[in-house]
Each structure stands twice: as C-alpha cells, then as structure tokens.
C-alpha cells in the first residue's frame, strides 16, 4: 500500500520544501519478496536398515488359471495367506533378514492333479536372506518346505514379496528407473522361472505427523515358464506373459514398505505332448500390509 506524504512545514523556504519532500514521498524502491521456504529435499530410496529392526506382514496372494482348447478344458486356482515376522542386521553392503511365518493357510485346486492344501505344519525352519540396497533377494538359508508349501508358493517367492526394487538414488515425485528381475524355482513336480521388468515411478509425495510416505507406481512386464519334471505322466511346458501393476506405499522414516496392492492379466498357451497348444488365461493378485 503507498504511504501518504507527511504534512510539509509551513515556512521552511524553497529549500527546505524541497529536503521535506525527498524525506517524506514514498519510496520508488519495491519491497523485498517475502521469504519463501526451500522445497523438501528428495529422499534416497534404498533399502537401508529399517527403523526398529523387525517389521510385520500380511500378504494375501491369489492366481486363478483358465485353459480353454478343443480338446482341454480346466480351472486351475491357487491362493495363500500368510503373517511373516521379520528380523534385520546390518551386514557390511546389505541387511542380512530372518523371516518366520506365523500364520499361514494355502491351497491349489488342479483337476489334473487333485487339491493340495498347506499350512503351519508344512514349514520347518526360517528363510535367511541378504537384501542389497537396490532391493534384491539373495537367499543364504531356506526353511524345509514340504511338496504342498512348493506347490502352493514356491520356494523363495514369499520373501521376495516383501521387498521392492529400488534407486539407491534421492527421488522426488516423476522420478522413475526400471529393474529386471529374473528368479528360478525349482518344485517337486515343475522348474519354473519368471522374468520381470519393472518400470517405476515416485507418483506422489505425502507429510503427515512428520513423516514422509512416497507412492511408488510400477508397471511389470511379465513373462512365467513352468516346465513338468521328465519323470511326471505327462510332460507339459506353460508360458505366460502380460502386464501387472502395483502400487506401493514407502515410509521415508521408517524406511521400509507400508504396503502394496499387485494385480494383473496374463495370457499364453499350454504346450502338453500329443495334444498341441492349449490356450491360457490368468488373473493375479497380491496384497502385502504392514502391521
């Protein structure tokens, strides 16, 4: 707002009429801009050791499988839902994990092989693994696993659940990078492998009560190959490829997943001796919530 001139004096002569105007006209000289408070710095996204050092889980997983050919027609449905305690220790580069289950209830209903079902009873031990600072698994120890438990999760597939490929780099909102993930799991009956190629995304940034969760969007390209053990009645090999996205929640703070939800649509084909391909459809789903 323009300050008004003070009142002149009344007989200072041309002179003083002239210093009492220069002292008491506005100034040209605009005013300073008022602070403005910096931006938040970017936080590094790797995965250091978490605050507190242990972390809970629920994870719910879902897969339901449609063959539809000529001469094959069939449903093939798995699901689990398991509570994994965690325990970290820093380990030069990397954390070194100890993981037990606590809770877990799993099934695969297949026509050609019948129902399988597991539970507690079918896990002996826990899953000791590195994890590096970008995100990947390296498993050191396994628990015992029976035929049932591999069937229904596979061997090192529920640790690797848990963990999310990062930048071990700081990253604001539109930052994005891309991972390849390639694993092998070798079952009872089948040696499967899955590739994925995960393009990432900081989508959004929130503070609350002091802290600082980013949303992670990822879109996973992903292709699965199951191939029948050569000792099985009926040699086959399943392939699948499509896209699945997540989208995750990651606490700055404590330095660690908060959650995630996972789905997507496959498609391919099931190659069986003496009947040609048969084609496939799925549906997944994977939901992980810190406790």
Same mark, same amino acid.
Request: hydrophobic share 40%; charged share 25%; aromatic share 4%.
């Given at each position: 707002?323009?300050?008004?001139?003070?009142?002149?004096?009344?007989?200072?002569?041309?002179?003083?009429?002239?210093?009492?105007?220069?002292?008491?006209?506005?100034?040209?000289?605009?005013?300073?801009?008022?602070?403005?408070?910096?931006?938040?710095?970017?936080?590094?996204?790797?995965?250091?050791?978490?605050?507190? !050092?242990? %972390?809970?889980?629920?994870?719910? *997983?879902?897969?339901?499988? $449609?063959?539809? /050919?000529?001469? =094959?027609?069939? #449903? +093939?449905?798995?699901?689990?839902?398991?509570?994994?305690?965690?325990?970290?220790? !820093?380990? %030069?580069?990397?954390?070194?994990? *100890?993981?037990?289950?606590? $809770?877990?209830? /799993?099934?695969? =209903?297949?026509? #050609? +092989?019948?129902?399988?079902?597991?539970?507690?009873?079918?896990?002996?031990?826990?899953?000791? %693994?590195?994890?590096?600072?970008?995100?990947?698994?390296?498993?050191?120890?396994?628990?015992?696993?029976?035929?049932?438990?591999?069937?229904?999760?596979?061997?090192?597939?529920?640790?690797?659940?848990?963990?999310?490929?990062?930048?071990?780099?700081?990253?604001?909102?539109?930052?994005?990078?891309?991972?390849?993930?390639?694993?092998?799991?070798?079952?009872?009956?089948?040696?499967?492998?899955?590739?994925?190629?995960?393009?990432?995304?900081?989508?959004?940034?929130?503070?609350?009560?002091?802290?600082?969760?980013?949303?992670?969007?990822?879109?996973?390209?992903?292709?699965?190959?199951?191939?029948?053990?050569?000792?099985?009645?009926?040699?086959?090999?399943?392939?699948?490829?499509?896209?699945?996205?997540?989208?995750?929640?990651?606490?700055?703070?404590?330095?660690?997943?908060?959650?995630?939800?996972?789905?997507?649509?496959?498609?391919?084909?099931?190659?069986?001796?003496?009947?040609?391909?048969?084609?496939?459809?799925?549906?997944?789903?994977?939901?992980?919530?810190?406790?």
């Amino acid at each position: 707002m323009t300050r008004r001139p003070a009142a002149f004096p009344r007989s200072p002569g041309w002179a003083g009429l002239g210093a009492a105007i220069a002292l008491t006209a506005p100034s040209c000289t605009p005013p300073p801009e008022p602070a403005q408070a910096a931006p938040a710095a970017a936080p590094t996204l790797a995965q250091t050791l978490p605050l507190g !050092s242990r %972390a809970t889980y629920q994870v719910t *997983d879902s897969v339901r499988i $449609e063959a539809d /050919g000529e001469r =094959v027609r069939f #449903t +093939t449905q798995a699901a689990y839902s398991a509570l994994v305690r965690m325990r970290f220790r !820093s380990a %030069a580069d990397s954390l070194l994990v *100890d993981a037990s289950l606590t $809770e877990f209830e /799993g099934s695969l =209903v297949n026509p #050609t +092989t019948g129902a399988v079902h597991a539970t507690l009873a079918d896990i002996d031990g826990e899953w000791t %693994a590195t994890v590096d600072r970008r995100g990947r698994v390296t498993p050191i120890e396994l628990p015992a696993l029976s035929d049932a438990f591999r069937a229904v999760v596979g061997t090192e597939d529920l640790l690797r659940t848990l963990f999310l490929p990062l930048p071990d780099a700081p990253a604001g909102v539109g930052a994005q990078w891309v991972d390849t993930l390639r694993t092998t799991d070798e079952g009872a009956r089948t040696r499967q492998t899955a590739t994925h190629i995960v393009s990432t995304r900081v989508a959004e940034r929130a503070e609350a009560a002091g802290r600082t969760v980013l949303i992670l969007e990822s879109v996973i390209e992903t292709e699965l190959e199951a191939v029948s053990r050569a000792e099985t009645d009926e040699p086959s090999t399943q392939v699948l490829r499509g896209t699945i996205r997540r989208r995750a929640e990651w606490d700055a703070g404590l330095r660690r997943l908060v959650r995630y939800r996972a789905t997507g649509m496959l498609s391919g084909q099931l190659e069986v001796e003496g009947l040609g391909p048969v084609p496939l459809s799925a549906d997944v789903m994977r939901e992980v919530v810190g406790r």
